[in-house]
C-alpha cells in the first residue's frame, strides 16, 4: 500500500496535469471499484471541472465544480495513470504504468474535454474512487477516524507524543502504523524514523521517554519530507509527474538494508516480523531495554 509521501507524490502530479479540465466520460466495469450510481454520476461528474487534487493521509481528493469530490483510495494494489501530452503513473509497481491501456487492471476511465485520460487500475479491486459532496467527506467514517496529519506546520511534538497516552501496551512500531493515531505512516518510514531515533519496535509505547518521542517525531517528519522530496520510495515502475522513479530507496538508512552494515556503527542490519509486518533494525542501536 503506498505510504503517505507516494499519494503526496500522486497528489502534486495530478495537480499540475488535471485542473481546470472537464470531465466527459466515465466508464467503469467493477461496481466495487466504483460504487456511484449512473444518476449521481451524470448529475455530479459528467461535464464538472477539476477544481482542486488534494490529499488527507493516503486518500486522495478530487474537488469539482459541483460540490462534489471524488475520493480514491489505492489500497493495496491501486494506481493512477494519466496519458496525454504529458503521461504520469504512481501506485502498485507493476507493467500496468508503462502498457497500453486500459487494460486488465483498469477498473475507471475519466476522459478529459481535451482527449486525456485519467485511469484507475486494481489489480485486486480493493481500491475505490467515490463520488461524494465536498461538504460531507469530513464526517465519514475514515475521516472522522484518521489521526492528525504528521507534515502539518502546526503539529507539535508534544502533540505527537499526546496522541500515543492510550496506547502505552503498545510496541511503538504497531502504534505509528495505526492510522487513527497518526495520519498516513506506513512500514517504510515507520522503520526509517526508529533506526533515526535508536529506537526498537517491539519496545512498548510506555517505555519511551518524552525525550525520544521527540526524536521519533523529528526524524518521522525527516524522512518523510525527503520521501516527497524524492518522488516516493517505491523502487520499480513507480514514476512522478516528470516521469522519473521514486528514489527514496536510494536513501533509506535501514529499510531493505538486511545483511549489509549499519550506517551509523556497521554492524549488520537484520530483518525479523514485528506488528505483523518485514522490520528492518540495526541490533546494536535499537536494543531492545
Known sequence: MPELPEVETVRRGLEKLIIHKVIK????????????????????????????????AKVLLID?????????????????????????????P??????????????????FDDNSHLYFNDQR????????PTAEIANTDFMKKVGPEPLEQN???????????????????????DQTVVAGVGNIYADESLWGAKIHPQR????IT????????????AVMNLAIEKGGSTDKNYVNAEGKRGSYMDFARVFRREG??????GTIIIKFKAASRGTHICPHCQKLV
Open 25 to 56: 466520460n466515465a466508464i467503469t466495469d467493477t461496481p466495487k471499484s466504483f460504487p456511484n450510481t449512473t444518476a449521481d454520476t451524470a448529475k455530479f461528474l459528467i461535464n464538472a471541472q477539476v477544481t482542486a487534487v488534494r490529499r488527507r
Open 64 to 92: 469539482l465544480t459541483t460540490g462534489y469530490s471524488l475520493m480514491v483510495h489505492l489500497k493495496m494494489t491501486g494506481q493512477l495513470v494519466y496519458r496525454g501530452t504529458t503521461n504520469f503513473g504512481a501506485g502498485h
Open 94 to 111: 507493476s507493467d500496468s504504468l508503462i502498457g497500453e491501456l486500459p487494460d486488465r487492471s483498469t477498473r475507471v476511465t475519466l476522459s
Open 125 to 132: 479491486k480493493f481500491g475505490w474512487m467515490k463520488l461524494l
Open 155 to 177: 503539529f507539535t511534538a508534544d502533540q505527537f507524543a499526546a496522541r500515543f497516552a492510550r496506547r502505552a501496551k503498545t510496541s511503538i512500531k504497531a502504534a505509528l502504523l
Open 204 to 207: 512498548l509505547v510506555g517505555t
Open 210 to 221: 518524552p525525550t525520544e518521542f521527540k526524536k521519533i517525531y523529528t526524524e518521522l517528519r
Open 260 to 265: 549489509q552494515p549499519c550506517l551509523r556503527c
